[in-house]
């Protein structure tokens, strides 16, 4: 053991390290590039949801502004509120192909007690014909949400995916 004490540095000490480090600054560029990269990747779908909804009212520039709809007294949220007339577009963009981060949004976005039968039917269906096993889990927590326990109790699968993910 070395009876040797490290020596503390403030917050700003390590920015100020960081900024000058050639080997951090290298890693956080490629981290930078291929985040733009994958934002890139589905920006045109999260218009279009975005547009669909600007139709319906709400004012949004991703699908995951309905995911994180609360309050919060230190995010800022660009959406706050209810947006249940969005439902039946949301519904619609599940049997829509998107790429797996805009689909998730959808499913979260849909993970709610008000939706209705339409809601959880869709995602029921969807959940059955899911073969990616980090979207199963999704939809069966949007499902433990949306659809009502003496109907979720006749899908034993749901509770398996919801209980399993873990060995994932």
Do not use: C
Not at 18 to 47: G, H, N, P
Not at 111 to 123: I, K, P, Y
């Amino acid at each position: 053991m070395s009876s040797r004490k490290s020596k503390s540095m403030t917050a700003q000490e390590l920015l100020d390290s960081l900024a000058t480090d050639s080997a951090y600054q290298e890693i956080r560029a490629k981290k930078d590039a291929e985040l733009a990269a994958l934002v890139a990747q589905f920006a045109d779908e999260e218009r279009m949801i975005a547009g669909e909804a600007k139709a319906l009212g709400y004012t949004i520039h991703s699908v995951w502004d309905f995911v994180n709809n609360n309050w919060h007294p230190v995010l800022k949220r660009r959406f706050i509120g209810p947006y249940d007339l969005a439902y039946p577009m949301l519904v619609r963009h599940l049997q829509v192909p998107h790429h797996p981060r805009v689909r998730e949004g959808i499913i979260r976005a849909l993970t709610v007690r008000d939706g209705g039968e339409a809601v959880w039917q869709a995602l029921l269906y969807e959940f059955q014909r899911e073969t990616d096993t980090g979207l199963r889990w999704v939809l069966a927590n949007a499902l433990k949400v949306a659809m009502p326990y003496r109907k979720r109790v006749k899908f034993p699968e749901i509770a398996h995916a919801f209980k399993h993910a873990g060995a994932l």
